[in-house]
């Protein structure tokens, strides 16, 4: 912080600069997060039982929009005002600008996604990539096409349902462990939603760091592009031996429209439109070059809007329970308990501050197996000890967005690993020792945070 320089006897409770802060004005309360605490529970509790009975994506049989409504009871039951007025500062904290912008470019974002796959964009994107790979860069080539086209979609789900099939056949043909070609294909999926334009998680680093995206995107790729590299490098020694793989008939055409909005975000167009453009040119290749209809057009982009209701309905109510928690000061003391943490590690700065954020979302997102979620949680407290320790909302956006996809990428009971566990039929937690990249990024960012020069 400036002008505070910690030692192992000063302790950080309410420093003269957090307590500017309206959040911090309010009495710091442990009691206040306990609604999360009781989210987490449900979730993370209801997966693990289910997990024990042997049932098939047991993590998600609860739907994470509802587990979080007892944790809003529970919020409502703790606030120390009128029950009018709680609800009242529930339906504020969803309405916030950041949650509704947040919402709508979910929806333009799995319309998108939808179109795009109706017409065989997915299709003809992989099998663009198989072709130009030569069969001894196979492993590394299906890393690449997989964070290739999790850049373009933004979802890394997308990705694995896109390419493990794909994939999968691959490994047979060649003789590659299956093992491994998981492992690369969730690595792909990893680094391309991490530094999509498009992705949620960069939605919600961004819209709550208050940052461009693109400006994100530059300070990722400091650290996501070394990992890649180094992890290309692994794969490539892992596919050593292996035999031609078989493709289909180049169709260009199909794959124009990824990287039509590729280029859109990348040159800094406002995301609404990029989103819109990219349906719509989508729409007008299917048209053009195969049987497509106004009428599948339309139930396409509905159903894209289905495929986000999860993640939309949980970031509304996400918005509301933090409401709630700030006011009531679970929030502040979520925030000194990290800031104390991080200075008796002697963490001081920029420095202290960037370990705090890292290891904020990374906890929270071990808890939530969800990303995005992880994300929508620690974004207050990031982005008030971005502005305490002086620390660039691009940096506190990126430090967000990466550890909470590096947990993400490590966790057996994550949408990732289960969705590719199912199509590749082994346990997912024998995927995670094949997560290299998310492993090596974990380092390469861990050193970034450690070693970089403090300004």
């Keep these: 912080m400036a002008g505070y320089t910690p030692t192992d006897n000063a302790p950080i409770l309410l420093l003269p600069q957090l307590t500017q ?14 609604p999360l605490l009781l989210f987490i529970l449900l979730f993370v509790g209801t997966g693990a039982y289910f997990n024990y009975l042997g049932v098939e994506f047991a993590f998600y049989q609860l739907p994470a929009p509802v587990a979080i409504i007892p944790a809003i009871m529970l919020a409502i039951f703790l606030a120390k005002e009128p029950l009018n007025d709680a609800i009242e500062r529930l339906m504020r904290g969803i309405g916030q600008p950041t949650v509704v912008a947040m919402c709508l470019i ?65 490994a047979q043909a060649t003789g590659i462990d299956p093992i491994w070609m998981a492992g690369s294909v969730l690595s792909g999926a990893i680094f391309g939603d991490n530094l999509s334009i498009i992705s949620d998680t960069t939605i919600a680093a961004t819209r709550t760091q208050g940052c ?3 400006d994100k995107f530059k300070e990722n790729v400091k650290m996501a ?43 800094g167009i406002n995301v609404f439109v990029v989103l819109t453009c990219g349906t719509l040119f989508a729409a007008a290749v299917a048209f053009a070059t195969i049987d497509y209809s106004m009428l599948q057009w339309s139930k396409d982009i509905y159903k894209g809007f289905t495929n986000m209701q999860e ?11 933090g409401a709630l928690m700030q ?18 590690l002697g963490a001081a700065g ?43 909302p691009r940096r506190s956006a990126s ?57």
């Excluded at 004005?25 to 306990?34: D, H, L, N, P, V």
């Design 21 to 34: 802060h309206p959040r911090l004005m309010t009495t710091a309360r442990a009691a206040a997060i306990s």
């Design 106 to 170: 979910y929806l333009l974002a799995g319309a998108f996604a939808s179109v795009a796959t109706s017409m065989g964009a997915v299709d003809a994107t992989v099998n663009l990539g198989v072709t130009l790979i030569p069969s001894s860069l196979i492993l590394p080539g299906v890393f690449i096409v997989s964070g290739i086209i999790a850049t373009a979609m933004g979802t890394s789900m997308g990705t694995i349902g896109a390419v493990a099939p794909v994939a999968l056949a691959l």
């Design 212 to 214: 461009e995206m693109r």
């Design 225 to 267: 592009l070394p990992a890649a590299l180094i992890a290309a490098i692994v794969f490539y020694l892992l596919a050593s031996g292996s035999e031609q793989a078989p493709t289909e008939p180049l169709d260009i055409i199909k794959t124009l429209p990824y990287f039509a909005i590729l280029i859109m975000a990348l040159m």
């Design 311 to 321: 993640i939309f309905l949980l970031s509304m109510l996400i918005g509301g329970l």
């Design 327 to 344: 006011h009531q000061g679970g929030l502040a003391f979520v925030e000194q308990s990290v800031l104390k943490m991080t200075s008796k």
């Design 350 to 392: 920029k420095r202290g501050g960037e370990l705090a954020i890292a290891g904020l979302v990374a906890l929270t997102n071990l808890c939530t197996a969800n990303n995005t979620v992880a994300i929508l949680v620690a974004s207050d407290v990031a982005k008030h000890i971005a502005n305490d320790r002086e620390i660039t």
């Design 399 to 455: 430090l967000l967005d990466i550890f909470s996809c590096i947990v993400q990428g490590l966790i057996p009971w994550g949408a990732q690993m289960l969705l590719l566990g199912s199509i590749f039929a082994i346990s997912p937690i024998s995927i995670v020792g094949v997560s290299i990249y998310p492993m090596i990024l974990a380092i390469v960012a861990t050193l970034f945070v450690v070693l970089r020069k403090q300004a």
